[in-house]
T-cell receptor
Framework: NAGVTQTPKFQVLKTGQSMTLQCAQDMNHNSMYWYRQDPGMGLRLIYYSASEGTTDKGEVPNGYNVSRLNKREFSLRLESAAPSQTSVYFC??????????FGPGTRLTVL | SQQGEEDPQALSIQEGENATMNCSYKTSINNLQWYRQNSGRGLVHLILIRSNEREKHSGRLRVTLDTSKKSSSLLITASRAADTASYFCATALRGSSNTGKLIFGQGTTLQVKP
């Protein structure tokens, strides 16, 4: 099992560009999450999906959109990137009330 | 504001010593979890303690939970250089049981010197 995979690992964007971060899990988990982690801080939840077909806003959703494509895949889209979105992005998955399994992260720099 | 706040923010100890990290939270929880993050990596789950449990052990890790004080502690005994990492507590709020949603603290950075 690969667990949780994320692509790309690194990305540099110019202000105003768009991109999609991909996440996939092979553990048959219902719930998936997107977080951002800024230097010296914990993780802040951007969006989550409790089950296929549902998505909900987290703590910091502004500037992002998500798609739960199927049970395995949960993508995060930046429509018009801003320097404030420079961060490390983590995807995670879990069964309800269970532990979360994290991907390796995507380091995004917006110039 | 953050649900979980951790103390201390940074901790530096010698190999072989014990390390204790504390986490306080504000609202009722279903469970509290501890995660470890090595530099530049994703988080790895260490231990989960449910709201009706008071203490849990896993190898050199001991976690306590005091729901009356809304606090938890993580003790790492006989620390090793490989324990150097950031440690985060995360709470599953009561009422979020059908989502698995967690709220993370800001973390404690532990350095274990050889």
């Amino acid at each position: 099992n690969a667990g949780v995979t994320q692509t790309p690992k690194f990305q540099v964007l110019k202000t105003g560009q768009s991109m999609t971060l991909q996440c996939a899990q092979d553990m048959n988990h219902n719930s998936m999450y997107w977080y951002r982690q800024d230097p010296g801080m914990g993780l802040r939840l951007i969006y989550y999906s409790a089950s296929e077909g549902t998505t909900d806003k987290g703590e910091v959703p502004n500037g992002y959109n998500v798609s739960r494509l199927n049970k395995r895949e949960f993508s995060l889209r930046l429509e018009s990137a801003a320097p404030s979105q420079t961060s490390v992005y983590f995807c995670a998955s879990s069964l309800p009330t269970d532990t979360q399994y994290f991907g390796p992260g995507t380091r995004l720099t917006v110039l | 504001s953050q649900q979980g706040e951790e103390d201390p923010q940074a901790l530096s100890i010698q190999e072989g010593e014990n390390a204790t990290m504390n986490c306080s939270y504000k609202t009722s929880i279903n469970n509290l979890q501890w995660y470890r993050q090595n530099s530049g990596r994703g988080l790895v789950h260490l231990i989960l303690i449910r709201s009706n449990e008071r203490e849990k052990h896993s190898g050199r890790l001991r976690v306590t939970l005091d729901t009356s004080k809304k606090s938890s502690s993580l003790l790492i005994t006989a620390s090793r250089a490989a324990d150097t990492a950031s440690y985060f507590c995360a709470t599953a709020l009561r009422g979020s049981s059908n989502t698995g949603k967690l709220i993370f603290g800001q973390g404690t950075t532990l350095q274990v010197k050889p």
